[in-house]
């Protein structure tokens, strides 16, 4: 039996981009990042053009260098090729717990995640209005975050934890050219997020964006992708550290 644990450590990182052949560096990249946490999260474009080679390469990595739980989403590269079902699965039958709408308990922590989509932040946020094409991409921003929500809704752990590829906030695409930013994440992803009371929120997808914001009540979001990391912290491993308290299960 797992001890109980007073504080849980999470490791974080995406956009590893990993191809048919994994980078050398990646099998102590991931040892390290074990090696530092309870839990492991995974923020999305895990391989680089979402085939299943590719993400049989990454399982291979993990399941040789990590011996902590892995959590993880899916990104917009992982669905590049329409195979997303495949590596999902292929990730799956590596031990790895992959969040598409839904949840998870580790250590007493809820997990919850979806990989998001864009749309723009604030009052610049795409609105369902004009062309059909214009209306499918806000119909699919919706989606995502009613995946999120229902899957935050779901969970029963005291505290809660948030993982996306796309970022809720634009803080941390701060750094990113203003034109994309419609493109890295949706404020939609705020809402859920301010609802259902998070302790934690981890994303990608924004290569030079910014490595921590703040949701409107002041919770940590942290941008971890993987050359955001490399970047602002060249003088340590790249991959976030975040230790957050486990609250005992209220007795029913």
Same mark, same amino acid.
């Not at 991409?137 to 919706?142: G, P």
């Not at 490399?230 to 912290?233: A, D, I, P």
């Given at each position: 039996m797992v001890p109980a644990k007073d504080r849980l450590r999470l490791a974080a990182l995406g956009d590893v981009h990993c191809g048919k052949t994994a980078p050398a560096n990646l099998p102590p990249l991931f040892a390290q990042a074990g090696d530092s946490a309870d839990v492991l999260l995974l923020c999305g474009d895990l391989t680089?053009?979402? $085939?299943? +080679?590719?993400a049989r390469a990454f399982a291979k990595v993990l399941t040789g260098a990590v011996k902590v739980p892995v959590v993880a989403v899916l990104g917009n590269h992982d669905y590049h090729s329409g195979k997303q079902d495949e590596v999902e699965q292929i990730l799956a039958d590596a031990g790895v717990t992959v969040l598409n709408g839904t949840e998870c308990e580790v250590h007493g922590v809820g997990f919850a995640g979806a990989k998001g989509f864009g749309g723009g932040f604030g =009052?610049? /946020?795409l609105a369902p209005w004009g062309e059909e094409?214009? #209306? =499918? @991409? /806000? &119909? +699919?921003?919706? #989606? +995502? +975050? $009613?995946k999120l929500e229902q899957a935050l809704a779901r969970l029963r752990a005291p505290q809660r934890v948030a993982l996306l590829h796309y970022a809720p906030i634009r803080d941390t695409v701060e750094g990113e050219p203003p034109e994309i930013f419609a493109f890295l994440g949706c404020s939609r992803l705020e809402e859920p997020l301010n609802r259902y009371p998070v302790t934690a929120v981890f994303h990608g997808h924004a290569h030079h964006g910014r490595p921590e914001g703040r949701l409107r009540d002041n919770v940590p979001v942290y941008n971890v992708a993987l050359p955001l990391l &490399?970047?602002? @912290?060249p003088d340590r491993p790249p991959f976030r550290v975040v230790e957050i308290p486990v609250v005992p299960h209220p007795r029913l």
């Open positions: 680089d053009y979402g $085939l299943p +080679e590719e =009052r610049h /946020v094409s214009a #209306k =499918r @991409f /806000v &119909q +699919e921003a919706i #989606k +995502e +975050e $009613l &490399q970047r602002t @912290f």
